[in-house]
Structure formats: C-alpha cells, structure tokens
C-alpha cells in the first residue's frame, strides 16, 4: 500500500502519517524532516538546504527531492508499503512522484488530504513543540509545563515556525499545493478529512477510508 498525505501547516499530518505508518507497517517517509537532518549539515549541500527552508522559506528544488525519493526507493522492497508525507507539493513534482512509483513498481492507492483553516494553523504552529530528546511533536495547551510528557526532555520549537515563516508556507501551500490535490482529485484518489477534530478522531476518520 502506498499513501500520501497532505495537509497545511499544523494539520496534524505528521502525527496522522506516524499512526497509519504504525497501524500498516509502512515505511514513513518525511520529506521536511529529511531535508531538516541535511540542513544541519556543513557541506556544500546542506548549507544549500539550509538557505532554502531556514532562510528563504520555499520549496527546495525538484531535484533534491529526486535524489532523496531515489534513494529511499532504492534502498526498499516492492512488498515494503510506504507513506508520503508531505510529497508531492507542486504539480511537477506530482508527474515526477507518479513517474518514479511506477518505475519502482509501485502506485499511489490513496491520497489523505488533511484540512484546517488558516487560522487554525497559524493557532495551532504558534503553540507547535517538539521534544529534543524523544521527537515526540505536541501542541501546548495554556498552562501545560514545558517539558515531554512522554519522557521530560526539553520541548523546542522548530527554527522555521516563526509568524513570517508560517505564512510563508501557508501561502505556499495554498498556491502550489492545493494543486496537486486538485491533479489527484481528477484521478479519483483522493479523501479529503477534517482536521479540526482530536488526534483519535482523524484517525479514526482515516482509517474508514484506508
Ligand atoms: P515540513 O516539515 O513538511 O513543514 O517541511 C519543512 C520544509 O522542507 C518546507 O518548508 C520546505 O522548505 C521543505 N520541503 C518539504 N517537503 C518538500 C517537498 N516535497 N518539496 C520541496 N521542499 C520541501
């Protein structure tokens, strides 16, 4: 089974990518967190990475995306379900995805749009944390103490979640994106599902359509 799921920022589509990755036996593959591993480090390529979603706030070029996609795909099995999170994020790199699946043997059997309003998202990224320790993501409610309630370790933000930042890839979202959801709803493929629910009740949401 191969699935990919979309979502603005904030949606909830990471913690919904590991679930399904978990219920499924799939492999999770995350592009944003790939890149932000390469952003870190000090060789020519990551100082490029870095510039690009650190710095300038956009999308890296379809040619990173080629290399990582390529690698992975590689490295797994035909039988080695994977879920894609966060890839494809323009109509290019749609027809790539689709082009590079097949080549592998592979198809895409569903796509999870995950839907918030902006202003949810923009609610929901300023309170985003994530453990430094254990990589658990949460989203602080008022009060909460600022420490991993799965293992204690110190919550952080992301570097790219500042006010500008957000916006910046929510307006990249909504104009290079919403697209791609658009090219796979031609092709019957795609569940939209509503995100201003728990995390159970997404799931729960998902797993009706999977
Ligand atoms: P995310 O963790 O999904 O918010 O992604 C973090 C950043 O990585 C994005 O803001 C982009 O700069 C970059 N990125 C992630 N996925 C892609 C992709 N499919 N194509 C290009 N850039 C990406």
Do not use: W
Not at 55 to 78: A, F, M, Q, T, Y
Request: proline share 2%; charged share 35%; with cysteine.
């Amino acid at each position: 089974m191969n699935i990919v799921i979309l979502g603005p920022q904030g949606s909830g589509k990471g913690t919904q990518a590991k679930l399904i990755a978990q219920k499924f036996s799939l492999d999770h593959f995350d592009m944003g967190k790939a890149l932000r591993q390469v952003a870190l480090l000090d060789t020519p390529l990551g100082r490029e990475v870095h510039e690009i979603i650190m710095v300038k706030k956009e999308l890296v070029p379809s040619r990173l995306l080629r290399e990582v996609l390529h690698i992975r795909l590689n490295d797994l099995g035909r039988e080695q379900g994977i879920i894609f999170d966060g890839v494809p994020r323009n109509v290019e790199q749609a027809v790539y995805f689709e082009e590079a699946l097949q080549e592998f043997g592979r198809k895409i059997d569903r796509v999870i749009f995950v839907d918030i309003s902006k202003e949810e998202s923009l609610k929901r990224i300023g309170k985003r944390f994530s453990c430094e320790d254990c990589k658990e993501a949460v989203i602080l409610k008022e009060g909460e103490a600022e420490a991993c309630a799965k293992c204690g370790g110190k919550l952080s933000q992301r570097a790219d979640d500042t006010k500008e930042g957000i916006e910046k890839r929510l307006g990249i979202f909504r104009e290079e994106t919403v697209p791609v959801i658009e090219y796979f709803e031609k092709k019957n493929l795609v569940s939209k599902i509503n995100g201003a629910q728990s995390v159970e009740e997404v799931f729960g949401d998902i797993l009706k359509v999977l």
